[in-house]
């Protein structure tokens, strides 16, 4: 008889901490800025977050080992092109899905996602995000609630 070994969900438990961010700036300058603000040091990640054919989702992170943390900034939008096939006029036209990552709150543009063991000071953080003049408004999200929370684990 083979034995069956299963991991229960606590086991996977992670603790992080989700910002959600509402800003107009492209990935690469919302980048610069924060890593201006916080004095960090994110980087591109040379390959993308791919939950589908369709969904492929630029990611940036950081490993601040100061403080033992990970943090990661992701786009909540995808825009991919699609293969369609189509007997219309437009048959030969590219086209494109738009897609989010976390679907519950689509309005958001980008999500700081931060792994850590200690406290994080969320208010002062929030306080150095919003100083960046595009940035539109920064908050902190309950992942807990989330229905689309397998998203956020990469």
């Not at 999200?141 to 990469?154: Q, V």
């Amino acid at each position: 008889m083979a034995t069956v070994h299963k991991i229960s969900g606590d086991f996977y438990e992670e603790s992080f901490t989700l910002i959600a961010l509402h800003s107009t700036m492209p990935d690469f300058s919302i980048v610069y800025a924060i890593n201006e603000a916080l004095m960090s040091s994110f980087v591109r990640v040379s390959k993308d977050l791919e939950l589908s054919e369709y969904e492929a989702f630029p990611f940036f992170e950081w490993q601040d080992d100061k403080h033992d943390r990970y943090w990661t900034l992701i786009s909540n939008e995808s825009l991919k092109k699609e293969r369609l096939m189509r007997d219309d006029l437009f048959q030969n036209e590219p086209s494109y899905a738009k897609r989010h990552l976390i679907p519950e709150y689509k309005d958001v543009d980008y999500f700081i996602k931060i792994e850590h063991d200690d406290d994080l000071n969320e208010a002062l953080l929030l306080k150095k995000l919003m100083t960046i003049p595009r940035i539109i408004t920064a908050y902190s999200l309950n992942a807990d609630i989330l229905k689309s929370r397998n998203n956020l684990i990469f």
